[in-house]
């Protein structure tokens, strides 16, 4: 259960981009074989492009591999930087929580609106439903980080020199 909950984003991107790669293969397939393409795989293939870039996101909030732009941080003195960074953690929550807020709002409303997919015809909040859990997941990993980096973990002292 530990490796599921530490590794759940790399889980859903692994399945997310396996399944697209499938269906742009059948695509591909269906389209040579008889000249037809398989209409749906536009659809099926933006909506998991959209997953996959935010649980792929939360893997990179995880690590610390977000894009930032860090100089002015860097030639601060340390209690100044370490405001900075707690400043730049309260904002980036912040405008992820909105996120979450607002595609959660998005996903009520196509939920009550009754709206529907144009090419498969299902209901459309069915490709919403993950994204507000996405940013949420974002958060969560975004703080751990942010954790790990204000507190470091301590080295353990080796009895004898790793060769």
């Not at 997953?51 to 610390?64: H, K, N």
């Not at 929580?97 to 409303?109: D, I, K, Q």
């Not at 609106?113 to 990993?141: E, N």
């Amino acid at each position: 259960m530990r490796f599921l909950l530490q590794e759940f984003e790399k889980i859903v991107c692994a399945v997310l981009f396996l399944g697209m790669t499938l269906i742009g293969f059948i695509n591909v397939v269906v389209r040579y074989a008889t000249h037809y393409s398989f209409a749906a795989s536009e659809e099926l293939l933006t909506n998991g492009f959209l997953l996959l870039t935010v649980f792929g996101a939360a893997i990179a909030a995880r690590r610390g591999q977000h894009l930032a732009v860090t100089i002015v941080q860097d030639f601060l003195p340390r209690p100044v930087a370490r405001a900075v960074f707690l400043l730049s953690v309260i904002l980036s929550v912040l405008l992820l929580a909105a996120s979450a807020w607002f595609s959660w709002a998005t996903l009520m409303n196509q939920m009550d609106s009754g709206i529907r997919s144009y090419a498969l015809g299902v209901p459309a909040w069915w490709y919403q439903i993950g994204l507000p859990f996405g940013f949420a997941l974002i958060i969560i990993r975004y703080l751990q980080h942010a954790a790990e980096t204000w507190h470091p973990p301590r080295q353990k002292s080796q009895a004898s020199p790793s060769v």
